[in-house]
């Protein structure tokens, strides 16, 4: 018999283990025919954003958006919530996304750099005054560093005026988001929620919603279809501008109802366990290593590794069936990355432990 192939792949990430199931009835129910102008449309809409909400802990009057990626949330979100100028933390490959996203929007940034694999000092940061929106990434995924979000609610609560984006496409559900502090979080859906990808959520809360249309009054492009004041247009009925990815949003359903049967205080706990195992198992290995020294920084969710030949080692585990990431950029050659998703279980651990002794 041939072994289960294991993925732990940052992005996209194993699959949720019931999705055969929840794709079956996905079929049997015929929701890639449902129309996103029904009842039953807006049920799911209104019950995954309500999931979702219990799940995350955010606050009931913040709103639910459906995209088509994280991406495109950060595109809207630079759109609808900062006419100017905005203020970026970079570590990596997808704050850098963040920051260039702005920047091609034709908006003024400015940047507190750190160098990859540290943590950021959220304490002595300088923000301009003209910053409207600060934008941070919870997650780096291209380089395995968690920022601290107690810190950088400390950080907002100093500037009270400027709106709050925070990325947490390869964290959620994992960690607690400081929702007094965040005004806009979001996440696709193929990292820690284990679907296939196609699919965007945001969260906006009322700042953004008046900061889109202040923008919009003054005379300035806030986008098109997936403008705030449109895309809430529609949440209020519970649908969407478009005809959106509704077997996504099924899918999804599932596996937040999952997810909020496992809880996610246990969800935090299961991970921060499993990922101090991986770390300490690499730190006694004899030929791999840790990226991130400082112990702070390192994310639960994706363990970057050091290795002396990287395309190697990701060679003979997928020839065990074992597929890792790959390191980012010019990290390619000496890192490996290992997602640390609330889909693996702890006998997928164990046998990728196994393979890397
Ligand atoms: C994967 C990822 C993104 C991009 O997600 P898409 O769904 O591909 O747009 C953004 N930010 C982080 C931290 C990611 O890991």
Redesign the pocket.
Known sequence: MTKKELFFT??PGALHPEMPSFMNDALRLNIGSLSHRSKTFESLFDDTSAGLKELLGAPDDMQMFLLG??????ERIIQNCCARRSFHFVNGA??Q?FLETAQELGRETDVVKSPEGSAFDFVNAQIPTEAELICA?????STGVMIDLEALAALKKKHPKKLLAL?V??SAPYGDIPWDAVDAAFF?V??CFGLP?GL?VLFVNDFCLEKSSDILRAGQSVGSYHNFPTLYSFAQKHQTPETPNVLGLYLLSRVVADYQKRGRKSINEALASRAAQIYEFLEKHASLAPFVKDRRARSATVITVETSDASALLKRLSADGIHLGSGYGKLKDQQVRIANFPVHSDEEIERLSSALS
Do not use: C, I, L, Y
């Open positions: 940052p992005g990626s994280a991406t495109e949330a950060m997808f704050s996304r990434t919870h997650n780096e995924t990325d496409v390869s696709s193929q990292k990808a965007g």
